[in-house]
């Protein structure tokens, strides 16, 4: 049987580890590297690094993580931030990403999803959303919108209509990122995550908000999610991997065990 | 320690350096390579993939790899497959509806399950049972678990060349071989240190 995915996530800002609480303020907590090679030992699934560097001009430092990262880690490992295009894709995985998160570039283009596709197979294609909740009405009949640029801009687009287009436009899978719950450790956004993955029919990821092992549990569950992305949670050491892990599956829920 | 050499075959499908990558980590120098005549003289090689079947194929004729790829097969020698490599060694696949080199008979179909929890393509960790007994899969376990991203499937027709198997809506070949010939369905440079114990195998599998 297919095992629920434990995912960690790294903000890699200029190189470093940051992580951001409702995407601002961002926090210098340490070393990419080293994180990643500790939580891929520790029985992490899959890793994602989303590069939040401002500028545009320091980008290269990204991929020189990358391809650090990648000589450690013998897991999936997929990178976002700044891809506007199938050669930033490409240079990506040349440095050693597996797959590819789209994300701002992909809404404002929605070719570049399936220029990417084309190019690089769809499941190496993840449609990163981050997502907004909104009054339900006819131009959000799902009740939740579509954000750009780290949450700042609402882009006037239903996020469910989004995920089925994504879907549509050859995405291998989706990470939903709620913008309400990122960063407040307070659990998941279990009814957008339920709506979208009981929606499509490629895998879903569900982020932002996760503080407790009952989060996790709450949306590989009653969320239906593949898949569940953490970050502070183990990044400041509260928790371990392994130990969620243990904890998921004492509660019946199938997850990896062996590494 | 002298590094064991080996071939891996490019044809565009896929990201070659992460199989290379996890070569290093075990101890094989492996060279990615187009040249048919490079497949030809290796004394090991290695046939990774992923993305669809079809361009794969059409790719691999062109470029004369699918001859030097039966051509090495006939050496003897060992021949690794994995996932896309693995797909391509049987007789024909459902994707594109192509003929691939058949060297192990059978075919590969579409997943179509019934559950529509089940997603397409299976992505994920899943486990292996009934693994066989084969010098590659000595440090694994049943039930270990190894991760998967595909959208078909193996049917190899042949029982004594199944060497594992996986559940995903229906029971799949997860594992294969004969001869010379070694494949998995599952990404072996993407499966942490289980599939890295594989891999680590064929420094010293040899056939005969």
């Keep these: ?259 | 320690m002298t590094a064991v050499e080996a071939i891996i075959i490019d044809y565009d499908a896929g990201n070659v350096r992460s199989v290379q990558r996890a070569c290093t980590e075990v101890g094989i120098s492996a060279t990615i390579t187009a040249d048919p005549e490079l497949v030809r003289r290796a004394d090991r090689v290695i046939f990774p993939g992923v993305g669809s079947a079809e361009s794969a194929v059409d790719t691999l004729d062109k470029r004369g790899l699918s001859a030097a790829l039966k051509d090495f097969y006939a050496t003897g020698k060992p021949l690794l497959g994995i996932c896309l490599g693995c797909q391509i060694l049987l007789e024909y696949t459902e994707e594109g509806n192509r003929d691939c080199l058949g060297l192990i008979n059978g075919e590969v179909l579409r997943f179509e399950p019934e559950d529509h929890d089940l997603k397409v393509p299976h992505i994920g960790w899943n486990q292996v049972t009934e693994v066989g007994s084969h010098p590659m899969l000595k440090n694994v376990s049943e039930g270990d678990e190894f991760y998967f991203v595909h959208s078909y499937y193996c049917r190899p027709t042949t029982k004594s060349d199944h060497l594992g198997y996986t559940d995903y809506g229906t029971e799949f070949c997860s594992i294969l071989g004969r001869e010379n010939l070694f494949a998995t369905q599952f990404h072996l440079e993407k499966s942490g240190a289980k599939g890295l114990a594989i891999l680590s195998e064929f420094k010293h599998w040899s056939a005969d």
């Design chain 1, 1 to 259: 049987m297919l095992s629920k995915r434990i995912i960690a996530c790294l903000d890699v800002r200029e190189g470093n580890l940051a992580k951001s609480v409702k995407f601002v303020d961002t926090k210098d907590i340490g070393d990419p590297v080293a994180k990643a090679k500790e939580y891929y030992l520790d029985g992490l699934d899959e890793l994602v690094m989303y590069d939040i560097t401002a500028s545009s001009d320091k980008r290269n430092i990204m991929l020189d993580v990358v391809e650090k990262v990648a000589e450690q880690i013998f897991i999936p490992f997929s990178v976002g931030g700044g891809i506007r295009s199938v050669e930033d894709a490409n240079k990506l995985l040349w440095s050693g990403a597996e797959k590819i998160n789209l994300n701002s570039a992909a809404v404002q283009r929605p070719e570049l999803i399936s220029e990417c596709t084309f190019a690089i197979g769809s499941q190496n294609i993840v449609l990163s959303m981050d997502i907004k909740k909104v009054e339900v009405n006819r131009d959000f009949p799902s009740g939740y919108e579509v954000v750009i640029n780290g949450g700042r801009t609402p882009v006037g687009i239903d996020a469910l209509f989004w995920a089925l287009k994504g879907e549509e436009l050859g995405a291998g899978e989706l990470v939903i990122n709620s913008i309400d719950a990122d960063g407040t450790r307070e659990g998941y956004e279990i009814n957008l995550t339920r709506m979208i993955a009981e929606a499509v029919s490629i895998p879903v990821i569900a982020s932002g908000g996760a503080g407790k092992p009952e989060h996790l549990l709450e949306v590989l569950t009653e969320g239906k999610a593949d898949a569940a992305l953490i970050a502070s949670m183990v990044h400041f050491g509260d928790y371990t991997v392994s130990g969620l892990k243990a904890w998921l599956d004492e509660r019946g829920v199938r997850v990896r065990k062996t590494w």
